[in-house]
Nanobody, 121 residues
């Protein structure tokens, strides 16, 4: 059974930093991409950042220059370093991976349970 476990969320003041981690276990297929999404109350879930297996990264415009996604292939971990945090970054942050064998047209998505990030003074 594939499991994604996020950690590192919490309460931080505006302008502060937090680092999120996501540990992936039980995966037997190649991981094609790893990403962070977030969902604030009353809002739809949105993509924050994604890193592909070729290490290409993409960020939402709202976090460019402030957030950095990275991964540790050997440990099956993905990280999100969040700097210069703003009130509007408050949300539940979810880890998401896409795995599968591209030669067979496979793409399977897996989600973590989410971790709360609250930016408040």
């Amino acid at each position: 059974q594939v499991q994604l476990v996020e950690s590192g969320g919490g309460l931080v003041q505006p302008g502060g930093s937090l680092s999120l981690s996501c540990a992936v276990s039980g995966i037997t297929l190649p991981i094609l991409a790893m990403a962070w999404h977030r969902q604030a109350p009353g809002n739809q879930r949105e993509l924050v950042a994604v890193i592909t297996r070729s290490d290409t990264t993409t960020y939402a415009d709202s976090v460019k220059g402030r957030f950095t996604i990275s991964r540790d292939i050997a440990k099956n971990m993905v990280y999100l370093q969040m700097n210069s945090l703003k009130h509007e970054d408050t949300a539940v942050y979810y880890c998401h991976i896409i795995a599968g064998r591209t030669s067979e047209g496979q793409r399977y998505g897996h989600w973590g349970q989410g971790t709360q990030v609250t930016v408040s003074s």
